[in-house]
Structures are given as C-alpha cells and as structure tokens.
C-alpha cells in the first residue's frame, strides 16, 4: 500500500532512540493547530471584507472548536489504533486544507466556504492533530507522564503567541494599507495570509509526523522498574477499554471536573481586554490603555502556556487528583479575591488572573495522566478524545454565561468592575462543582478491567524480546535539530509576548 508507511507496524522505534524527539514531535503539531487561538488576528479584517458581523464571523472559530471535540472523540480510538503518525499525517491534511478552502473563500467572497474550510475541515484536523501524541508521550515517559504531555500540550497554548505577531507582519506585508492598530487588512491579504499559513503549518507538521516513534511492546526507560516505584491508589496497572471508560462514574466525574474548570478559563480569556479596561474605568474612561489591554492578553498566553507546563509536572510529584484540588479550590478564592477586589489594583488583577488562567493551562495538560492514572494506557487516547467533548460544552458555556450577565448589565464601554462581579460569583459556583466532583473521584473498579491474556497483556515471547531495548538512548544531530525547530518558534512567540505584555505595566 502506498501509504504503508504510516502505519503503526512501520513506526516502532529500534533499540536506543532517544525518546526526548517525541516532545518536539508532539510540538511540532500543537504549535502550528494552536493558532486557532490566535483567529483574532484577522477577525476584524474579515467583517469589513464580508460586510458582516462580529458574531458572523465568531461562528467561524466557534464551528472549529465543536468540531475539535467531536473529531477528537470519534477518531480517538483510530487514531490509538492506527498510530500517531497517520493520526498528524491527516491532521496535517485537514488543517492545511482549511486553511486553503477559507482563502477559496474570502478570495471569492463565500462565507460558507471558509465556515466548511477552517471551521469544518480544519477542525477535524484540531482535534485529530490535539490528541494524536497524547498515548504515544504517556508510553515514551512512564516515569513522567504529566511532564511529557505538558511539553506537548503547552504548545497548544503557545501556537497564539507565535501566530499573532507573524500573522501581523505577514499582513503588513500583503496589504500595503494594513493599520495594527485597528487590525483591517484587505480580505486579499486575508487570503494569502491563510494560504502562507498552510504551507508553512503543513510542512512543520509533516516534519513532527515523520519524527515520530512507537515503542516495542513491553519497552521502558533505561534502568527504570515500574514493579519498584511506589504506587499510589489512584494509579492503576490494570487497563480499561474506551468503551468500558465511558461507563464507568470516573469518566463523567472527570467530564465535570474538566468542564468546570475550562469554563472558569473562558470566563477571563473571552473577557480579558475589555474586562482589565472596564475593571479600572473612571466615567467613558479607563486607566488602562488599549495597548495596555492587548499587553495583558499577552501576559494570558504566557500564563496559559507555562501552567501547561508547569502544573502537569508538579501533578507527577504531588499526583493529579490533588492537582485538581488546587485548580479547583484555590481557584475559588483567586476568583472570590477577584471579583471583590480585583478593582483595587491592576497588578493584582493581572496576577490573579494570570494565576487562574495557569490553572486553566493545567486542567488541560494534566487530564491526560489523569486518564493514564484511572484507566492505564490501553486506550487512553481514545478515552482522551471522548473527554474533550468537555472542551466542547465548556466552549459554548462560558461565553454565554459570562456575555449573558454582561449584555444585562450594560453595553461595552460602559461597563465597570460592579458589573462583572455576577457572572465571576457565578464561576465560584462552578469550580465549588467541579471541586465536589473531583473529590469523588476513585479507584476504577475491577469489573470494568481489561481481563488477563487480553490483547493488553505481554506473552514471556515478548518480554524477552524487548529486553533489547532496554538500552541507553543515542544522542544524534536529529535531536538537536528537533528541539530547534520547535524552539526557534516558540522563543520568538514569548519575545514577541513578552514585549507586549511589558505595556501593561510601563
């Protein structure tokens, strides 16, 4: 077959690959679908060029995030079985795709082309493309499961911060007529924007699914035994299928606590310029400036991105289920703190906000070890995708929740910090549900286990046989090559963030 080669079978490491290249092969996805974070950019360019409204043109993300949780939940059982190779390689496709439909679209003036191109089409491959390193990074890193999927998923986070600012240059450079400050570019600026970006996102995603590896059934790190480690009760050594996962009580628990805490997210990440602006307004005024706004925006996606980071592997070391326990309930007091006296001072509003958005970084990074933990690594990709229907919901919930108090309180620009305290009380009540739900979290019971001699258990045959690799990884010029084109990237996204985010306190 032509495209054998992207098969599982065709993808098992040999003995001494170096695992450190599936982190960047991981990034190499989620920094280029992470732009989808970044859609802003051009949205305003798009309503002048389609002579339509904000929310016409919301509905182009809104359809890619819906699509994004429906194709991670029913592709994640191929995508496990297939192997993470095919799963980018057709994530690749989809994204770029997109991305070319949309241009067809704004090139020739069709609003539904580019709903079915970046919305449709390039949300299948969003989340395809989310999930597909998710039980590959788990395998390669059972001494750190929450420290390999935060490297990979912070690149979600970080994929805004690097498409942002080239997407302005890139736009400046089309259109001739481009003013950053007001964000409008010709709709054939828009255009070519999107084509440069399915090239260059298609060949960075190529590079991530051809780096990629499986290990040999039966593989572990060098020196490392699990029989030796010290178990905790919520880490399994049993596994469940994706089928039984979704019925055990778990799965949904985890479900509410992974809505609760991204809808808590939404509620400052879909606010944040105008809610820091109208926290500290004086009349039609604020003493916080529109640069200093899109500074704080900034600060977000930094915060965002190191909490992925940061937080998953700080849950390797205290475990997940208390991880969640200080998402949930010290994000309850940043949010009380917040909403009674945020208005008090813009440093402590950007550090409390900053903090809680962390926290919606590391919901996000975490669940997959938490998955691992409760229901090992069988099909925990698939289970992963059927979670993020979570996402989902909460990307739906959150707006309405946060811009339904908001349009009863008054109209933009005229709102101040009294206003927002509603619906920020209102995301008290959610976390208090999330906290009780993960606080009921246990154990998966043995009747829901995978039984022994299943497809999931090693034969002697194959233990033996993998003894091999048990070796020490090799060093190549591919690794550090791999972490350079990742890091290249993403250092400049943090300068050009960093920059930014510096107005907010000058």
């Known amino acids: 077959m032509a495209l054998g080669f992207l098969d599982r079978d065709h993808t098992i490491a040999p003995p001494g690959f170096n695992r450190w290249l599936i982190p960047p092969a991981a990034l190499a996805v989620h920094l280029c679908i992470g732009q989808a974070y970044a859609t802003s950019v051009y949205k305003a360019s798009l309503v002048e060029h389609f002579d339509s409204s904000l929310t016409a043109i919301g509905v182009i993300f809104s359809i890619a995030i819906v699509m994004l949780g429906l194709s991670a939940a029913v592709f994640g059982t191929w995508v496990d079985s297939g192997g993470p190779r095919r799963a980018m390689f057709t994530a690749a496709c989809c994204w770029a795709t997109g991305f070319l439909v949309g241009a067809l679209g704004i090139s020739t003036d069709q609003l539904w082309l580019v ?14 493309g989310y999930i597909s390193p998710v039980s590959t990074l ?3 890193f059972p001494d750190r499961p929450g420290l390999a999927t935060g490297m990979a998923i912070m690149g ?18 089309y259109d001739d007529a481009y003013d950053a400050a007001t964000g409008i570019a010709s709709g054939s600026a828009v255009s070519q924007l999107f084509v440069t970006l399915a090239v260059g996102y298609f060949v960075v995603m190529m590079f991530g699914a051809f780096l990629v590896r499986v290990p040999s059934d039966g593989w572990k790190p060098h020196g490392w035994d699990g029989s030796k480690v010290k178990q905790r009760s919520m880490i399994t050594r049993e596994n469940v299928s994706a089928n039984n996962a979704i019925r055990t009580p778990q799965f949904w628990l985890l479900w509410v606590v992974l809505f609760c805490n991204v809808t808590a997210g939404i509620g400052i990440l879909e606010q944040a310029a105008p809610m820091i602006q109208d926290f500290f307004r004086d009349g039609a ?10 500074g704080f925006v900034g600060l977000l996606s930094l915060c965002n991105m190191g909490g992925r980071f940061l937080w998953s592997s700080t849950s390797d070391v205290i475990g997940r289920k208390p991880i969640y326990m200080v998402y949930l309930g010290l994000g309850i007091v940043l949010y009380v703190t917040l ?17 809680i958005i962390s926290f919606y970084g590391g919901g996000f990074s975490t669940v997959p070890a938490y998955l691992r933990d409760l229901f090992g690594t069988y099909q925990v990709g698939a289970i992963h995708g059927r979670l993020l229907t979570a996402w989902a919901a909460a990307g739906v919930a959150g707006p309405l929740i946060i811009n339904g108090f908001l349009d009863a309180r008054g109209e933009p620009g005229a709102l101040v910090a009294d206003d927002y305290r509603p619906a920020l009380l209102t995301m008290v009540a959610i976390l208090v549900v999330g906290f009780v739900a993960n606080l009921l979290i246990r154990p998966v019971a043995d009747r829901f286990h995978e039984p022994e001699g299943s497809e999931t258990a090693l ?26 084109v990742v890091g290249i990237p993403l250092a400049y996204g943090v300068y050009e963030t960093v920059v930014k985010a510096a107005d907010l306190f000058s």
């Open 115 to 128: 709903y079915l191109g970046y919305g449709v089409i390039g949300g299948i491959g969003l989340g395809i």
């Open 285 to 294: 005024d604020s003493s916080v400036a529109a640069a200093s706004a899109a």
């Open 138 to 140: 788990i395998k390669w």
């Open 339 to 355: 909403a009674l006296g945020g208005s008090s001072s813009v440093v402590l509003f950007a550090f409390l906000a900053g903090v």
């Open 156 to 173: 979600f986070g970080g994929g805004a911060m690097i498409a942002s600012p080239l997407s302005s240059k890139l736009l400046s450079v």
């Open 459 to 484: 034969t002697a045959d194959q233990v033996e046989a993998d003894a091999a690799y048990d070796v020490p990884a090799r060093r190549t010029p591919l690794l550090a090559v791999a972490w350079l």
